[in-house]
């Protein structure tokens, strides 16, 4: 799990676990969770790449029209 994203995890993990009921709880074991755990991390880390993505393609379009034309000056 990425470090800068370790807090967010286990957040979400924590907030999940909170809602289940006392029962449910005892029946998923801390290996289950930390699977979760692992499961919500790719999960961030995708999106993560993602917006990337679209930065870099954004920024590709901005480099490209803040040449603009060659006016030989």
Known sequence: MTENQRPVV????????SQLSDNVREQI????????AIM???AIAAEIGSAADLVEE?????RG??????LGL
Request: hydrophobic share 45%; no cysteine; charged share 35%.
């Open 10 to 17: 286990e957040k979400i993990i924590e907030a999940f676990r």
């Open 29 to 36: 074991s801390s290996v289950q969770f930390a699977d979760l």
């Open 40 to 42: 919500i991390d790719e």
């Open 58 to 62: 954004v920024a590709r379009k901005l």
């Open 65 to 70: 029209s803040a040449r603009g034309p060659d």
